[in-house]
Structures are given as structure tokens and as C-alpha cells.
């Protein structure tokens, strides 16, 4: 199932992101995560892809493990320091696996690079390729504060438009915590022109350490309160666990209410997480 026609839909519409295992014996262990989220419920999961290509295999056995769920599969896929026959061959496997769903990349540069690296420069050039190798729906990243490498916001979202004229049918957004900043961003996205579905992406922050690799990866801003509840719970991790839910799920809710139906959750590999999520949301999915 192509997941552009579960955005169109006026539905609510929940997903949530996997990543492959770092070793090989625990594959088994994340294919066991993909079906016990497929028996909760989801509208479709996304794998995320190993910088570089490291761990193809592992993400290709993920996505296929979700499509023999009977859930829809959403493959990442980075083409930094990729040529063309890799794509192809990664893509060739996907259409194996019956996936017909890729969310087209760069990937981040290796460290003290500053231009990039093989047959693809931009996550745009990628759409471009994907489009014309097989009949894929194809997403592309969006950043609400900007990619860390663009000069601001305006001219990165120059570039989300060229992703979306060289056949992007959706975009995702990397997590935010503050929503009135998601709708300014989302403003400025319909000002561009821009009217693709947009997924808002959303991480429930279960410990400290995470807020701290988030701001640092990503300069994704921390509001104060969501940094006060990681703060007072950090030594209870149960409690930061339910209160990192709570924050979440309030943010779900604005987000809904607010007319924004798209929401992709950041489960890191947790099925617990995306389950009490759904759970309380479970009337609010309905209406
Ligand atoms: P691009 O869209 O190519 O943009 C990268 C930078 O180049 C931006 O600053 C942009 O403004 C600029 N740019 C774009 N086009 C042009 C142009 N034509 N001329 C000049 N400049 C241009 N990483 C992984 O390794 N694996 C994953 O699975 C993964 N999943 C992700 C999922 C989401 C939802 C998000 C938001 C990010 C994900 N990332 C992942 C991280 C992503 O790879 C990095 O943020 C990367 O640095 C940029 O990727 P992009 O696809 O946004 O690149």
C-alpha cells in the first residue's frame, strides 16, 4: 500500500520508527518488535538506513518483516558516498521484499566534509532516481528550525521545494518538542508553495542522556519544561518514562486538534511506548 493514501485520508493517521540492530543475532530479537507493534496497531513503521549503507541487509529484512505483518513498510534510504549501482541494488530488493514505500535521503556528511559525495549530491537528486527506477511513493526529511548546514530556514526551505518538484509526495519533520514552532514552520512551508502532506515527527523522551544527544546531533531547541521533567526524574526512569509519554502525547493531541492528522512517532525500538501512546489516544484515532 502506497502510505500517501493514508495521509490523504482525513483520518488520523500513526507511525513509528524502527532501527535495524547493530549486530546480526539481534535481528530475530527486532523482527519480534515488528510484530508485537503490528499486533497493537499502526498505520506503518519506517526503518531507518545506516549511514553510509552499513547495515543494508539488516533494514531490508526489517522492512520485509513489517510487509509480512501486513503493515505498510517505509524504507530510509541515503545516498551519500553512494553511486548508482548501489541504489539500484537496494532498491532492487526493496521491490523483492514488496515495498513501495522509500524515504529518499542524503544521509549526514562523514565528519570534516563539507560537500557531497558520490553519484547523488542532494536527497532531491535521489527522488529524482527513485522516481524513475519503479513505481515507489517517495517522502523526503524537512527540518521546522532549519538543516544544520543551510544558512536559515528560507533557503533550506528553497531546497525542500526542489525535493518536492523532483517528485516528493510527503514529507517528514525532524522532532520537534514546541508545536507553535511546528505551525509557524508549516506557514512558511504553504508561503513556498509547498502542499504536500507533511508528517510531524514526534520522540517521546524517555532519559536525559537523549535530550542531551538530541540538542547536540540535531539543534533541535528543548523547551524549559520538557528539560525541568527530564531533570526531575532522571534518576526514576519509570517515572521519566511516563512523564516522557505524557509530554508526547500532549503534543499529539494540540497537534490533532489543531487539524494536523500525520504523526510519526520516534519509538526507538520500544513497542511499549508506541502502544501506551496509541492507547490513550484510542477514542481521539476514532473521532
Ligand atoms: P538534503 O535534502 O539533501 O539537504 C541537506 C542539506 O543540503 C540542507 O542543508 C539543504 O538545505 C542543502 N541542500 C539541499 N539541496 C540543495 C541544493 N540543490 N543545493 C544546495 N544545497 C542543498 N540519516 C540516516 O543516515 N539514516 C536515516 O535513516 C535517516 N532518517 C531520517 C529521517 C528523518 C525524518 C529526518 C528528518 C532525518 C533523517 N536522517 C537519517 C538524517 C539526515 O540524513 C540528515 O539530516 C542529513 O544531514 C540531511 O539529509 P536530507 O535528506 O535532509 O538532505
Sequence with gaps: ????????????????????????????HAQEIVRTIAIQGVDYMSVT?????????????????????????????????????????VLDQLKDAHVENVLALRGDLPQGQDHPLGDYAHASDLVKK????????????????GHPEAAGLDEDLEH????????????????????????????????????VPVVAGIMPVTNLKQIEKIFTLSGTPVPAPLRAMAERFADHPAALKQAGMAYAIGQIVDLIANGFTNIHIYTMNKP????????????IIRC
Design 272 to 283: 511499549e511506548i508506541i502502544g501506551g501512546i496509541r492507547s490513550n489516544l484510542s477514542e
Design 130 to 145: 527513485i522516481k524513475s527506477y519503479g513505481d515507489f511513493c517517495v517522502g523526503g526529511a524537512t527540518y521546522p528550525e
Design 49 to 89: 538506513y545506516g549511514a553510509g549503507g552499513t547495515a543494508v541487509g539488516k533494514s531490508v529484512a526489517l522492512v520485509s518483516e513489517i510487509e509480512r505483518c501486513g503493515v505498510p513498510a517505509l524504507a530510509h534510504l541515503t545516498c551519500v558516498g553512494a553511486d548508482e549501482g548501489k541504489i539500484e541494488g
Design 160 to 195: 525542500t521545494k526542489m525535493k518536492v518538484e523532483a517528485g516528493c509526495d510527503f514529507l517528514v519533520t525532524q522532532m520537534f518538542f514546541d508545536n507553535s514552532m511546528f505551525y509557524n514552520f508549516m506557514y512558511r512551508l504553504l508561503a513556498k508553495g509547498i502542499q
Design 1 to 28: 500500500m502506497k502510505i500517501i493514501d493514508l495521509l490523504k485520508s482525513p483520518k488520523v493517521c500513526v507511525s513509528c520508527e524502527l532501527f535495524p540492530p547493530k549486530k546480526g543475532s539481534e535481528l530475530e
